[in-house]
């Protein structure tokens, strides 16, 4: 019945797979990125509070949302490396850090400059804002763990290791804006039953979401070919791959 999932611990299928569906989750991003900036940047109202400054969500909470869920996907891939030695798992985990990380920097940088008019000040060690800078640490830390180590598998697996005790940090994240009282406004968006923002806001907002889902989804597949290649450069379907001019 699951005999369908053992084809993702196989590179050629991986590979192919990655190849097919890349281009199309770059075309699909960039559109939604226009659509979702033309309808949050032009055709949505000012906030009622916030004025115009408020537009600056439609970065910033995108990437703060990635930054959790790229490390929850690294996190995953970690443990499944670690419980059942996958190698495509470990790909998948140090591919999306540099990623992550990525994410992680722009929801701080986006989060400080919106912080700027809204509570004077760029910068507070605010519950959320400080888990979320631990965050970064954490892709960070993961990222020069690997490149520390010379031996690949040790290194693999200590960054594992170091990516899943830092799961930990996730739910402190989201909760910090109800388990403590910070500057950081709570939840508005993930209350779908009655979001705290007007539908003309919530669509392109939630465009950008998924605009940004796919931008890490193109970024990942491109490092797992690349990945991928490096480490089956002596396998038989690599050559072929290079004979027929299909890199």
């Known amino acids: 019945m699951f005999k369908w999932i053992h084809k993702f611990g196989s590179p050629p299928f991986v590979y192919r797979l990655c190849r097919a569906l890349g281009p199309w989750m770059g075309w699909s991003c ?10 949050g940047l032009v055709q949505a109202p000012a906030d009622y509070e916030q004025g115009e400054s408020y537009r600056i969500i439609y970065i910033h909470v995108p990437a703060a949302w990635m930054s959790m869920f790229v490390y929850m996907v690294m996190a995953i891939a970690s443990f499944v490396f670690l419980v059942w030695k996958l190698k495509l798992a470990d790909l998948v985990a140090s591919a999306s850090a540099p990623i992550g990380a990525s994410f992680t920097f722009i929801a701080l940088v986006t989060g400080s400059i919106w912080g700027k008019p809204m509570w004077g000040t760029w910068w507070v060690w605010d519950a959320r804002l400080t888990s979320e800078l631990l965050l970064l640490f954490l892709y960070l830390g993961y990222i ?12 693999a697996r200590a960054a594992a290791i170091l990516a899943v005790i830092g799961v930990v940090n996730i739910p402190v994240i989201h909760y910090s804006v109800e388990w403590w009282n910070t500057l950081h406004q709570p939840a508005s968006i993930a209350k779908f039953d009655k979001p705290s923002i007007h539908i003309s806001m919530l669509i392109p907002l939630l465009l950008m979401v ?38």
């Open 210 to 247: 998924l605009a940004f889902q796919l931008l890490y989804a193109w970024n990942l597949m491109a490092k797992l070919r690349t990945g991928i290649l490096q480490r089956e450069k002596r396998a038989r379907w690599v050559a072929d791959l290079v004979e027929a001019g299909r890199v």
């Open 144 to 155: 020069a763990l690997r490149g520390a180590i010379e031996t690949p598998t040790m290194a």
């Open 30 to 39: 960039l559109a939604l990125i226009c659509v979702g900036l033309y309808l």
